[in-house]
Antibody, heavy 118, light 110 residues
Framework: QVTLKESGPALVTPTQTLTLTCTFS??????????MTWIRQPPGKALEWLAR???????FYSRSLKTRLTISRDTSKNQVVLKMTNMDPVDTGTYYCARMYWWSLDSWGQGVLVTVSS | QAALTQPASVSGSPGQSTTISCTGTSSDVGGYNYVSWYQQHPGKAPKLMIYDVNNRPSGVPNRFFGSKSGNTASLTISVLQAEDEADYYC??????????FGGGTKLTVL
């Protein structure tokens, strides 16, 4: 059974860099067609796509957040890491990692709530 | 990349059907058959309901049906059941090789 789990700090101070880790099992990010994605959701608001890393290590970012985001993968540990710099209170929300098999998000983690506050 | 446009809310009675629309542009919904739909219950992670416009993953009831015409995709849920009450999001691949979500639609089963 495919599982994904996000981990990271629940509270971040403004201007800090957020580092989130997604640890997954029962599949490999080296398999063709597999992509890993980060999505976030502010409280009570819609989903927002953030970044993606593909099986061949291609990386893509949200246009509006591109300068603040870095996605990376460690295939030996079955992990994907997202870094977001210069955190602001508007970045508060639940951050999800999800597996994308070809063109849809077929498995999601439970999400991690990140609050940005001083 | 602007979000796809969905109605904020729709409703229906048990046993009836309802349709949620998702409007984009020729650079996303209209240009590719990579539209997917997600169901999200309160406090839960989204769940894939439809992929590649009109395909259902294993385990999703055939009451859920996806379609597309031009720049607008639609999710139709027939024979509404109480457990269908949730938020629904559409998503599409875009010409910029990034993804975009809709603003979400709250389905209320009356």
């Amino acid at each position: 059974q495919v599982t994904l789990k996000e981990s990271g700090p629940a509270l971040v101070t403004p201007t800090q860099t957020l580092t989130l880790t997604c640890t997954f099992s029962e599949f490999s990010l080296s398999t063709g067609g597999i992509r890993m994605t980060w999505i976030r959701q502010p409280p009570g608001k819609a989903l927002e796509w953030l970044a993606r890393v593909d099986w061949n290590d291609d990386k893509f970012y949200s246009r509006s957040l591109k300068t603040r985001l870095t996605i990376s993968r460690d295939t030996s540990k079955n992990q994907v890491v997202l870094k977001m710099t210069n955190m602001d209170p508007v970045d508060t929300g639940t951050y999800y990692c999800a597996r994308m098999y070809w063109w849809s998000l077929d498995s999601w983690g439970q999400g991690v709530l990140v609050t940005v506050s001083s | 990349q602007a979000a796809l446009t969905q109605p904020a809310s729709v409703s229906g009675s048990p046993g009836q059907s309802t349709t949620i629309s998702c409007t984009g542009t020729s650079s996303d919904v209209g240009g590719y058959n990579y539209v997917s739909w997600y169901q999200q219950h309160p406090g839960k992670a989204p769940k894939l309901m439809i992929y590649d416009v009109n395909n259902r993953p294993s385990g999703v009831p055939n009451r859920f049906f996806g379609s597309k015409s031009g720049n607008t995709a639609s999710l139709t849920i027939s024979v509404l059941q109480a457990e269908d009450e949730a938020d629904y999001y559409c998503s599409s691949y875009t010409s910029s090789n990034v993804w975009v979500f809709g603003g979400g639609t709250k389905l209320t089963v009356l």
